[in-house]
């Protein structure tokens, strides 16, 4: 029970809370609350995940290969009502990344850009999506980094309440002494134990779904190469992490059951 001490748990979490809410903005604390299932059960990035996406752009691009780009306009244009989309639910659920490969496919079916070109697209906002993705981890080792200076502060003002009292008993100054250590106690526990590790976490978490994002422009820059849809999700394949990255067999038996 000594270590029990809600007046410097209130110090140092109110202090870590109101800092972040001062130095982000509201998108910046609400990408960190949608991030806590992912924190908790784990990244959704995994390899079924993948398998459908790959799957999804092996159908897109096997469709306007066969009856034109024209053909799929209509998915495009909305993918929420899209035969193909639809039958990959994890993928519709992601705003952001169904857009991006709605835009791109436009992109192509235009005919006027080259695939270098298209490529230079496709790396700018893959950087700027990258850099908002990573805001939330940033945001929050920042707090990690706080949390030993939160610490102090609620320690010193123990020791402030404990020199009030040096004409006490030993034993209630002791126990003030050690209500004042508990606060650098936790503020260090706190910051590595567990806002540090959570922001390392939310830094995987954005790398993966980046990820993603390289995993649709390698498909898409190798299909207006001219590569065939079966060697363009090759392409996109290999731009996977090991760890989520489905074998060849893999992915032609997923791509032949849908």
């Not at 000594?2 to 910046?28: H, K, R, T």
Request: contains cysteine; negative net charge; hydrophobic residues 50%.
């Amino acid at each position: 029970m000594a270590l029990w001490q809600p007046y410097e748990l209130l110090i140092i979490l109110g202090a870590s809370i109101g800092s972040f809410f001062i130095a982000n903005p509201p998108s910046v604390f609400a990408a960190v609350l949608r991030s806590f299932p992912g924190l908790l059960f784990g990244s959704r990035f995994n390899q079924a995940y993948f398998m459908d996406l790959l799957g999804l752009l092996f159908e897109l691009l096997n469709k306007s290969r066969r009856d034109g780009m024209m053909a799929i306009e209509s998915d495009l244009d909305d993918p929420a009502g899209s035969t193909i989309f639809t039958r990959y639910p994890a993928i519709l659920r992601e705003a952001h990344l169904t857009e991006f490969i709605a835009d791109y496919l436009r992109l192509m079916s235009s005919g006027n850009m080259a695939p270098h070109e298209l490529e230079s697209l496709f790396d700018m906002e893959i950087e700027t999506r990258a850099e908002e993705l990573g805001r939330p981890g940033v945001s929050v080792n920042k707090v990690a980094d706080a949390l030993p200076g939160f610490g102090i502060v609620a320690a010193v003002m123990g020791i402030v309440i404990t020199m009030k009292g040096l004409g006490g008993p030993p034993e209630v100054l002791g126990m003030h002494v050690a209500a004042a250590l508990v606060g650098t106690f936790l503020g260090i526990l706190l910051a590595y134990g567990f806002v540090g590790p959570m922001a390392h976490a939310l830094e995987h978490m954005s790398q993966e779904e980046i990820n993603a994002y390289e995993c649709v422009k390698a498909c898409l820059v190798a299909s207006l190469g001219g590569m065939p849809p079966a060697l363009a999700i090759e392409f996109g394949r290999k731009a996977l992490y090991a760890h989520s990255r489905p074998s060849f067999m893999e992915l032609e038996q997923h791509v032949r059951s849908r």
